[in-house]
């Protein structure tokens, strides 16, 4: 990041192009002066100290308000230094940049000097350096991500699950407070980012299922799917539909990827026929049979029973991906011709509809 390089020029001043700043003659022959030092830092985490992993920010442009030709720029520790300031208080500043945002000083130690920016007052005593003076800035950071189709539901994409973007998915983006957050801009192409409550709110795009926030400021986030009907959402992982969450707090400058995985919920549908010969198939004038139980066992060992309508037919939807069985209750007097085996074992990927789990039966009773 390159800062705005002051250069002032002043008929009759004397240059010090050691230290960086611009003096007046007849200030610097004044004996009684010393200096002021401290850094600009990149505040990482936004939380106001200089942290270990904090770097100094170079070429910021830093001022003394009421010595205004007292300009000198950050070197490439982020460190400056006024040399030759007159004994007394002044005020140190800084220049103020787009998508920075100020963590230190704050108030009481900061004092505002400009109407983004808090400075500190510092008391130059005469041959002393007065040091210390850290000024905490944070960068606007971003947020991207896809939604994508889990075809096998565990939650991560993957091509051996041939998992599949999706597009036209709604990504929110809020404060854990609640509050709106400082910016809503997209940085994906063609997409546009709208102000929904206090929300930023875009679609993921036609393509790749992409979304993009950028120049996100300081704060704690909540990045959300909006639920669609029929869906589960596997990542993040939740125990309801589409109700989970990323809760993050946002590095300095830094791109933070939160992906969305769903998956389609799955069907299986059958009808149960009156076999009358036996064969195992269902054959030109052979009946459905209605009123006959079905039985569901679920992935997680669930069950669900329903009984088979006028026409024979019975549906089981909304039904979680991973491996359930189907079977009958057989009435006394009946046996079962289809399938050969007791029950159906049925594999759900994503969007699964399975038309064909048909329960064949013959009546083997006596007529009297």
Not at 118 to 134: C, I, P
Request: glycine share 10%.
């Amino acid at each position: 990041m390159k800062h705005k390089l002051f250069i002032s020029v002043f008929i009759g001043l004397s240059i010090v192009m050691g230290s960086g700043l611009v003096l007046p003659r007849a200030v610097a022959d004044v004996a009684d002066t010393g200096s002021i030092s401290g850094m600009v830092f990149e505040d990482e985490n936004g939380d106001g100290l200089k942290d270990p992993a904090d770097k100094g920010v170079e070429h910021w442009a830093m001022y003394l308000v009421d010595l205004p030709w007292f300009i000198v720029n950050t070197d490439a520790n982020g460190i400056f230094t006024f040399t030759d300031v007159p004994v007394g208080t002044h005020m140190v500043c800084l220049d103020h940049e787009d998508l920075w945002q100020q963590t230190a000083p704050l108030p009481p130690a900061g004092t505002h000097c400009g109407p983004e920016v808090l400075g500190f007052v510092a008391e130059v005593a005469a041959g002393a350096t007065t040091s210390g003076l850290n000024f905490g800035m944070f960068h606007a950071f971003t947020i991207t991500g896809k939604t994508f189709e889990d075809m096998n539901g565990n939650g991560k994409f993957d091509t051996l699950a041939i998992d599949k973007n999706l597009p036209g998915r709604e990504i929110r983006l809020r404060r854990s407070d609640g509050s709106l957050p400082i910016t809503c801009i997209s940085g994906q192409a063609g997409q546009t980012a709208t102000i929904i409550g206090n929300a930023c709110v875009v679609i993921t795009d036609d393509n790749n299922g992409n979304y993009k926030f950028k120049n996100v400021g300081l704060g704690e986030y909540v990045i959300t799917q909006t639920p669609v009907r029929g869906w589960i959402q596997t990542l993040p992982a939740s125990t309801s539909t589409m109700s989970a969450s990323y809760v993050l707090l946002g590095e300095s400058n830094d791109t933070h990827t939160r992906d969305f995985g769903n998956y389609k919920m799955g069907v299986i549908k059958g009808t149960v026929v009156h076999d009358r010969n036996a064969t195992g198939f269902w054959e030109r004038g052979e009946l459905p049979l209605s009123g006959w139980t079905i039985v569901l066992t679920r992935p997680d060992g669930s069950q669900s029973t329903m009984l088979t309508d006028m026409s024979g037919k019975y549906e089981f939807s909304k039904l979680a991906i991973g491996t359930s069985t189907v079977s009958q209750v057989l009435p006394p007097e009946w046996e079962q011709t289809a399938p050969s085996f007791p029950s159906y074992t049925l594999p759900l990927v994503s969007g699964s509809t399975l038309y064909k789990a048909d329960f064949l039966n013959h009546w083997i009773g006596k007529i009297e």
